[in-house]
């Protein structure tokens, strides 16, 4: 570490970090993680509970938003140099490109929450979570070694356990979000189902989303697998009438045959959204 930043006031190191795009990234899952506390804190009591849930996904299309100008600002850019027939070539295979990035998906459904969608509160689970994670993992890597200038994360009780947590939940909070938007999808069914508002919107856009996430997903695909098996076992009971198993049979085919269209184009390939 050079002997200007050592020699530098906390607040001169953290303005020199502020002006990164990184710090930009973090600004906007700090937002998701302030807007869920307060949004959760303040449900059916306030009159800011609306706001607080908009912000939510404000802070979410940032986020997201700048991870997905970094993967393809410069792609667009090149685009306008291209002759038309190399456009064409490029546009396919981007296309393709684009709905396998998670990044891009959650741009996309943070997006649909955001300007086309009631206030559904099982959807900024999912956003919590993963906007959680990436604080602590930026306050552990970024801020600490940058504005306090800590070397060693585990000479720092607090840091040490930050990281530890970090460390140890990983899998975790990655079948936990999973199994939150499966969660989602079930529940937009049954707003379908009661005939909610935009409720057909909302569903779409979460079925679209949970089947091309089993493309760079394995943990979503495992998820899927395991919600299947129960519900075999479910179904299987000899007190279910045939009626109710044919149709589930019938569903169950037409879903996984949309599933496997999207899957079997491209190997899984587990991409983190950071």
Known sequence: MSSNVGSSTPTSRFLALAKTTKFTWFLGHFLVVLSSTFYWLSFRVTSLTEVWYRLIFVGALESFGVLVYQSYGKYFKKKTEATKSEKQADDAIQLRLLFRDENVLYLLLSTTWLVLSPRIAVATVPFFIISLFHVLTYTVNDFASNVLLVNDVKSHPYLKFLDSLVTQNHENSLNAICNSEILCLFYNILRLLTFRSRSLITLAAIFLFVGFKCQCSAHMKRA??????????????PSVPPTVKSRYTSIKLFIRRYFVTATSTAPVQEKKST
Do not use: C, M
């Open 224 to 237: 899927v697998a395991k919600l299947e098996v129960r519900l075999d076992g479910l179904i299987a009971h």
